[in-house]
């Protein structure tokens, strides 16, 4: 049978006590007798009572919690970053409410909901890739919420309590596409999502900027919108196989690792040479990136700093903080991995 948590009011009762008194005889106060003191911490510990953050934090407007949003929980990415700003947060003295919105946009809106029920101190949060409508967000900043989106941002959502944390996904792509030049890839595809992602978008124009830059006219044909899963590009390599030798790609950039590893799977069963034949590149740098035969070239986004930051962006933005204005957006640089999957020389383990 559950018993109930014994309360402060559990307690002044039996001592005939006001809620009051016991609270600041629990916070050592000073106007309260160090007999009465004695009296409320024995029989707290014969009750086993301990306080209630959450509820502290509701009397007082605000806990002592900050809501942390993400699209999902798997993978490397996003519990490296989860863990950065677990760490961050607690050596700042903050507790963690994490939500997953399992990339869709009501569960979003419903962890919202909980959190600024839930009296956060701040909100931070990547979007899930349906988000579309942000109107979610603008209670969070009418409330003046601090509010950090990370990684995945709402373009043009600007206020006083509200900023970023991002990776240069736009350089991130174009560092990619380069190396691939480099290796003399001429055809190369590049599969990816949704353009209302930022991200997604920001890696395209990368991609077709680097082309460019080199004087290739990028082909429609080669852009391939696929789940962003390991069967997505699974898929997009089969559509791409099929067409005739003269139009398959010679190199392939991904903008996530499991669409790449997806791809790289097909085009093996195909009998194609990797990277001989096609050259492959991810984007996240995963941990089984390291692990694929061949191993997989990706760029690391910087996971756990990013995490950190955000939650130093939004300390920057409570009542308490001493700064002034609202904190500049902060966009961090990747790092290209060169592995196997797209070295012609065999030898990955270049950064």
């Known amino acids: ?130 988000t579309q409508d942000f109107s979610h967000f603008e209670d969070v900043r009418q409330q003046n919420v601090p509010l950090v989106f990370f990684d995945r941002t709402v373009e043009g959502f600007k206020g006083q309590n509200v900023s970023t944390v991002t990776l240069n996904d736009y350089l991130g792509a174009y560092q990619v596409i380069e190396h691939l030049l480099a290796q003399g890839c001429r055809r190369i595809a590049h599969l990816t999502g949704p353009f209302n992602l930022s991200i997604l978008k920001n890696r395209h124009q990368g991609y077709l900027d680097a082309l460019a830059a080199h004087g290739l006219a990028p082909d429609p044909r080669l852009t391939i919108f696929c789940e962003q899963t390991q069967a997505g590009g699974a898929t997009a390599m089969r559509q791409l196989l099929r067409r005739p030798a003269a139009q398959r790609p010679d190199g392939l950039f991904s903008s996530n690792d499991l669409v790449a590893v997806g791809a790289l799977q097909i085009a093996k069963k195909q009998g194609l040479r990797v990277p001989q034949d096609l050259a492959v590149a991810g984007f996240s740098n995963e941990v089984f990136t390291a692990l694929t035969e061949p191993s997989l070239t990706s760029v690391d986004q910087r996971c756990e700093q990013m995490g950190q930051t955000a939650v130093q962006l939004l300390q920057k933005m409570l009542p308490t903080s001493k700064s002034k204005n609202p904190p500049r957006p902060i966009v961090l640089k990747p790092k290209l991995i060169v592995r196997e999957s797209s070295l012609h020389d065999g030898q990955g383990g270049k950064e």
């Not at 419903?110 to 029920?117: F, Y």
């Open 1 to 130: 049978m559950l018993h109930r948590r014994a309360s402060i009011t559990d307690l002044a009762k039996a001592l005939g006590l006001s809620a009051s008194t016991i609270s600041r005889a629990l916070a050592d106060h000073h106007d309260v007798s160090e007999a009465t003191k004695v009296r409320v911490r024995q029989l707290a510990k014969e009750l086993n009572y301990h306080p209630n953050p959450l509820a502290a934090g509701l009397r007082r407007g605000r806990s002592n919690t900050l809501g942390v949003l993400v699209p999902h929980i798997t993978g490397y990415f996003f519990p490296q970053v989860i863990h950065g700003i677990a760490t961050e947060a607690s050596a700042a003295g903050f507790n963690v409410m994490i939500c997953q919105s399992n990339e869709d946009v009501q569960q979003e809106k419903q962890a919202i909901e909980l959190m600024m029920g839930a009296q956060v101190a701040g909100i931070l949060v990547s979007l899930a890739n349906t």
